[in-house]
């Protein structure tokens, strides 16, 4: 096995904040709203909670955009509250990990309301100005804004600002070494509290060419790479770790947008003295339509052949050095059923069952998106005034503009839209899901009724107390966390099916990615050898060839 570590072992439970317990009811999640959870959360079997940021933020795009990095969002609570849930969750020996975002700041921070009060104001280069005498800078597209340009013009100072994201969200200026310092200062303020861990947003897109030339043709359709690409991204990420990272026991993790899969390792490999690990985009990004603006996805689904070739050669990449890892959401995601699996009732908890398979059976850290645990699907919605996400809202103000179809993107972001992942987490039956006693800031997902916590609690076969079985799988087996990945049968469009093998030991994952029936036949050479350790159908027959129930999903030992 590879060098054995706590953040290797881990299953990563993500919480986010806003949409999973609110204490005062005033409609938003909130840090005590999740100290009140911290028992639920343990029961799941996870190691690690991810958080979405909880920091000082004016909440132009929830929270990822940070007026204070060493205070709380007042509408989750105060520092006194993150100290006791840290506490907590120590206390029941789980790890947490914060978001770190400081690719930009919002523009109510103090750094950017000095840096726009005048050319001369010493934070003036914490932040990309480019002087108006300089003429029009060249284009660079923003994923937030209306327009769609990155460049927002200054009157004060007659200069354009940068900003990637919204026009809230000023990009940060790491080619100022100061303004490193003051990032790895607030790190470390971080670290000495307790915490274990960052995962950093957009981190590839820190390093710029601040000569801001032309993008380069081979990035047009996909400036998100030319973005991750930039000049010393990795002597800053080496620095943060001499500076930070290196002098704590912690796990790092990237925000792999726009890097490919022959630049993972530059973020990952150990011993160059970067980060723990890197989450890709390219799972993501099966069954797009190509040119992505909309994120238009095809309405015949996607193909498991393209699934199994990306999540195949992610696999490869980490053999050797570095580390993976798995997710199929997330708060930027669609609910994973709704996305891959099959999310009519029918088929809706046997197919999470079979997602959940898949992401503690694969070599690589999981990241699992809370809610997930129940099946939680997308809410689907058919107004457009419902949505409060940002970038639905900017994308479909962008399209109007240009007199697109408007009704096309309503029914695409029913697949797409990040809102489907952020609806808030469902506990019971009772009143907003037991959520809030207040109006919650994004409506509830009506199938709350039938889907939630309390009611999964009390059924053996819900998908909440299969998630429990398989991380207990996980724990108890090692090599479903070290043991070597092969795919087997690559060219079957229905099936997923691979072998890990770690020593003598070797176990067979097969899921059967369909609503229908399927016939399996076993490789020559391998036999079942045993009951299985998961299995989301009551009974398994052992055969050479395997009967399949729809979504069927079995992890079962190999003689
Ligand atoms: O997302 C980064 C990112 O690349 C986004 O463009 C993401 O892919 C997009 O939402 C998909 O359409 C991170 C955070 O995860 C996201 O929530 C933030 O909005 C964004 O950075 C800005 O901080």
């Not at 050479?525 to 050479?544: D, E, H, R, S």
Request: aromatic share 14%; glycine share 8%.
């Amino acid at each position: 096995a590879p060098n054995e570590t706590w953040w290797k072992e881990a299953v990563v439970y993500q919480v986010y904040p806003r949409s999973y317990k609110d204490s005062n009811g005033d409609g938003v999640g909130d840090l005590r709203g999740l100290i009140s959870k911290l028992d639920y959360i343990k029961s799941l079997g996870v190691n690690v909670i991810w958080l979405n940021p909880i920091y000082g933020s004016p909440n132009d795009d929830n929270g990822y955009d940070i007026s204070d990095y060493r205070a709380i969002m007042k509408d989750f609570g105060t520092m006194a509250d993150f100290d006791e849930l840290l506490r907590g969750m120590h206390q029941r020996g789980l790890k947490v990990v914060l978001d770190l975002v400081v690719n930009h700041s919002s523009d109510e921070h103090e750094w950017f309301k000095q840096s726009k009060s005048g050319r001369d104001n010493p934070y003036r280069d914490y932040y990309h100005w480019w002087p108006e005498e300089k003429g029009v800078p060249n284009k660079r597209q923003s994923f937030f804004d209306v327009k769609g340009d990155a460049w927002a013009y200054d009157e004060a100072t007659k200069a354009y600002y940068l900003h990637y994201f919204s026009r809230k969200q000023p990009d940060l200026n790491w080619e100022n070494p100061k303004l490193r310092e003051e990032i790895y200062s607030m790190m470390r303020f971080w670290f000495d509290k307790g915490i274990d861990g960052f995962r950093m947003d957009v981190i590839p897109f820190i390093a710029k060419d601040t000569t801001f030339p032309p993008i380069p043709a081979k990035y047009h359709g996909d400036f998100g790479r030319y973005y991750a690409n930039g000049p010393h991204l990795h002597d800053y990420l080496q620095e943060m770790h001499r500076e930070v990272l290196g002098k704590y026991d912690v796990m790092s993790v990237a925000e792999g947008a726009g890097v490919t899969s022959d630049q993972a390792l530059e973020f990952v490999d150990p011993a160059r003295k970067e980060l723990n690990m890197l989450y890709h985009f390219e799972g993501m990004g099966v069954g797009n339509v190509p040119g992505l603006k909309y994120r238009m996805r095809k309405h015949e689904g996607y193909s498991l052949l393209e699934f199994k070739q990306v999540y195949t050669k992610w696999d490869k990449i980490f053999a050797e050095k570095g580390w993976g890892t798995i997710y199929l959401g997330n708060h930027d995601q669609p609910r994973m059923v709704t996305r891959w699996g099959d999310d009519r009732p029918a088929f809706r908890a046997v197919s999470s069952k079979l997602l959940t398979t898949f992401l503690l059976t694969m070599r690589g850290t999981p990241y699992y998106f809370g809610g997930d645990e129940l099946g939680m699907t997308n809410i689907k919605f058919d107004k457009i005034e419902d949505y409060q996400d940002i970038e639905t809202r900017n994308m479909y103000a962008q399209l109007k503009a240009e007199g697109g179809d408007l009704a096309q993107f309503v029914e695409a972001q029913k697949i797409s839209g990040r809102d489907n992942g952020r609806t808030p987490f469902q506990w019971d039956a009772s009143a907003n899901a037991g959520f809030s006693t207040g109006t919650p800031w994004l409506k509830l997902n009506p199938n709350y009724a039938q889907v939630n916590a309390a009611a999964e609690e009390k059924d053996p076969n819900s998908v909440l107390n299969y998630f429990r079985r398989a991380t207990a799988m996980r724990r108890q087996h090692k090599v479903l966390v070290y043991g070597q990945y092969q795919l087997l049968d690559a060219a079957n469009p229905h099936i997923y099916a691979y072998t890990r093998t770690l020593g003598k030991e070797r176990v067979l994952v097969v899921l059967n990615f369909t609503s229908e029936k399927r016939r399996w036949a076993l490789p020559a050479g391998l036999k079942a050898g045993g009951a299985p350790w998961l299995n989301n159908y009551p009974t398994f027959a052992p055969a050479a060839t395997l009967a399949l129930e729809p979504w069927q999903a079995v992890v079962v030992p190999l003689r």
